[in-house]
């Protein structure tokens, strides 16, 4: 299966028309937060294929396009914060926002809050286990784990309960976003115990 995930830009090499022609063989698209709904919509629509996302810590409030459409979320896309769906073969969980640095904004989570947040996924994890062999494949997110891609500055600090998520329920891969890369050299990918920690900015070809 081949993923397209994206974050935080819209780029035009992909917000332009014929994009299937560049794009042909793409089975899902994950969004990991601060993109456009509207930019979403037009993947989904281009390609003409499925789309989770998670919201990123600007995803807060309605967006409006330049028609004037209010939006509140993705036509066509499936909000996948706190739930676990399997598409295809794949079992997908997601989790939004950034660390708080902002008191009560909306899409920021202390580290407290987001322990609570990973704990409402268990009992699903667990029947995943029971059903399937596995607890899950892929984890989308759009902060990263803390110590591994993330930034000394609180605002980019990851979050630390991803760290033990990783080592118990050993999903193959986890997106996100949120850390900005500018530099060729900087690392987008590491490998932690089972799992592929993979940045996406501002767009990814992974294939599964």
Not at 35 to 63: A, C, I, K, T
Request: hydrophobic letters at 40%.
């Amino acid at each position: 299966m081949k993923i397209l995930a994206v974050s935080d830009q819209v780029l035009d090499t992909l917000y332009r028309p014929h994009v299937k022609e560049y794009y042909p063989d793409v089975d899902l698209i994950v969004g990991c937060g601060d993109l456009p709904f509207y930019y979403l919509e037009f993947l989904v629509s281009g390609l003409d294929v499925p789309l989770v996302y998670v919201r990123g810590n600007h995803d807060h409030g309605p967006q409006y396009t330049v028609e004037g459409r209010v939006l509140h979320e993705v036509q066509g896309g499936v909000d996948l914060h706190g739930r676990i769906v399997r598409f295809g073969s794949l079992l997908l969980a997601g989790l939004e926002g950034s660390v708080r640095y902002r008191p009560a904004a909306s899409l920021m989570y202390s580290q407290a809050e987001m322990r609570w947040q990973v704990a409402r996924l268990l009992p699903r994890l667990l029947l995943n286990r029971l059903r399937y062999g596995r607890f899950l494949d892929i984890l989308i997110t759009h902060s990263p784990p803390f110590g591994i891609h993330d930034r000394p500055d609180l605002a980019h600090n990851g979050f630390k309960i991803f760290l033990p998520f990783m080592r118990t329920f050993k999903p193959r891969y986890l997106l996100h976003g949120h850390i900005h890369l500018y530099r060729q050299d900087t690392i987008r990918q590491t490998r932690y115990y089972d799992t592929e920690i993979v940045n996406v900015f501002p767009a990814r070809v992974i294939d599964v």
